[in-house]
């Protein structure tokens, strides 16, 4: 069972990774565009 959370926080910790990257990836290519 502790595993299993152990497996479940991993997989969000993922995720939320992943979001914040493509976030600011987003964010970086619009501040870019603005100051071109």
Excluded: D, E
């Excluded at 502790?2 to 501040?31: A, D, H, M």
Aim: hydrophobic residues 55%; glycine residues 6%; proline residues 0%.
């Amino acid at each position: 069972m502790r595993l299993r959370v152990n497996l479940g926080l991993k997989l969000t910790l993922l995720i939320i990774n992943k979001l914040l990257y493509l976030k600011l990836k987003l964010f970086i290519c619009l501040t870019g565009h603005l100051s071109a």
